[in-house]
């Protein structure tokens, strides 16, 4: 099984700061079958990128995603007040799994 | 628009059951797998398992194998998540999911997703 480590637990920041949030996989992967979700308090998960780096319908260009290998990255290039909130890797290389997430507040 | 529209919340109590439905609608039902995803409070996300209600195709993941019963209706467009033996420890958000199946076994991700239905089990 291959486990997601994401990292920091909890990223305080201000908005239009810049948020890098990292996504570590246990094996290197051979595709780029990484995603990111979105969950705000009392809401379902939303998809933001899919296969490493394509934004959802709808998502915000501030939204990117780049990795490869073990190695993954979600950034928010200016954060907006509706951008705290908790976000979590998941992986389809093998199987699927998620990562334990990472939650963005406002400092 | 793709939604998925869930039953609402259920109290239970250990050793009961539990069925959750899911109304699919804005898409080709029997065309894409469908998925459950439980969410445990302040934790992160676990997947349940998935079907496709186009040939009743179903996967399991192994962790909840032997409690969970995954089915649908095509002519309601209907998918069902079927819990028993309940405990304590199922208490939980449960959300229904469009699933992209990317082959192999139960590669792909989740692109539509259900509001979530609360079980809590005391």
């Known amino acids: 099984e291959i486990v997601l480590t994401q990292s920091p637990g909890t990223l305080s920041l201000s908005p239009g700061e810049r948020a890098t949030l990292s996504c570590r996989a246990s094996?290197?992967?051979?595709?780029?079958?990484l995603v990111w979700y979105q969950q705000k308090p009392g809401q379902a998960p939303r998809l933001l990128i899919y296969?490493?780096?394509n934004r959802a319908t709808g998502v915000p260009h501030r939204f990117s995603g780049s990795g490869s290998g073990t190695d993954f990255t979600l950034t928010i290039s200016r954060l907006e007040p509706e951008d705290f909130a908790v976000y979590y890797c998941q992986q389809y290389e093998t199987s699927l799994t998620f990562g334990g997430g990472t939650k963005v507040e406002m400092k | 628009d793709v939604q998925l529209v869930q039953s609402g919340a259920e109290v239970k109590k250990p050793g009961e059951s539990l069925k959750i439905s899911c109304k699919a609608s804005?898409?080709?039902?029997?065309?894409?797998?469908i998925a459950w995803v439980r969410q445990m409070p302040g934790k992160g996300l676990e997947w349940l398992g998935i079907?496709?209600?186009?040939?009743?195709?179903?996967r399991y993941n192994p962790s909840f194998q032997g409690q969970v019963t995954i089915s649908a209706d095509k002519s309601t467009t209907t998918a069902y998540m079927h819990l028993i033996s309940l405990k304590a420890s199922d208490t939980a958000m449960y959300y229904c999911?469009?699933?992209?199946?990317?082959?192999?076994?139960?590669?792909?991700?989740?692109?539509?997703w259900g509001q979530g239905t609360l079980a809590t089990v005391s």
């Open positions: 079907m496709y209600p186009g040939d009743s195709d179903t």
């Open positions: 999911a469009r699933f992209i199946w990317f082959g192999g076994d139960e590669r792909g991700y989740f692109d539509y």
């Open positions: 296969d490493t780096s």
């Open positions: 094996q290197s992967f051979t595709t780029d079958y």
């Open positions: 804005g898409y080709t039902f029997t065309s894409f797998w």
